[in-house]
């Protein structure tokens, strides 16, 4: 992908450690989320793709975040029970089934990206002109390098963490 040297390990393991404290930062959101709306950050991430790719089918979510078909059944059951997630038999393949967001499940996303906005806003306006640059530039190598990575690498996470689906 790039032609720079390999990075230090010890630059990695740095880098390791405060993408680590960085998405801690976001806890309080999470914990909030769950407190108040009773929803899991698993919930979250499957509405969010819902939002994303109206009409997604339970395999496609299941693919999305590594988990299992019965897993995903389990995760869009519960947001169905709770009114955010509404299914719609596919009008072309009977055997598919669409997912979508209700409106209820839309505020819900909408009033967790308006929360995570004014957070993370409140952290960068902080920052100085210089550091927010480089942040930007670091973010998006970052994204770059990730992209990458997925399309040479699709099963990492399997590989990362192996047999968990098995459990």
């Given at each position: 992908?790039?032609t ?6 010890h630059?990695v ?39 994303e ?6 395999g ?10 019965p897993?995903?059944s389990?995760?869009v ?8 997630v509404?299914?719609?038999d ?17 505020a819900t ?9 004014v957070?993370?806003?409140?952290i ?11 942040f930007i530039?670091?973010?998006?190598a970052f994204?770059?390098a ?9 099963d990492?996470?399997?590989?990362a963490?192996?047999?968990l689906?098995?459990?």
């Amino acid at each position: 992908m790039s032609t720079s040297p390999p990075a230090s390990e010890h630059a990695v393991d740095t880098a390791i450690r405060y993408f680590g404290k960085a998405v801690n930062m976001f806890d309080p959101l999470r914990f909030r989320a769950w407190a108040e709306m009773g929803l899991t950050t698993a919930q979250l991430r499957v509405l969010f793709l819902v939002r994303e790719s109206p009409g997604v089918t339970a395999g496609e979510l299941a693919h999305k975040i590594g988990v299992t078909p019965p897993t995903i059944s389990g995760i869009v059951d519960r947001l169905v029970k709770m009114d955010l997630v509404r299914r719609e038999d596919d009008e072309s393949d009977r055997r598919l089934v669409r997912n979508l967001l209700t409106e209820q499940g839309n505020a819900t996303c909408n009033r967790m990206e308006q929360g995570t906005e004014v957070f993370t806003r409140r952290i960068l306006i902080e920052m100085d002109h210089t550091d927010l640059e480089a942040f930007i530039a670091g973010l998006k190598a970052f994204v770059n390098a990730s992209e990458y990575v997925s399309r040479v690498e699709p099963d990492l996470a399997a590989v990362a963490m192996p047999g968990l689906n098995h459990a």
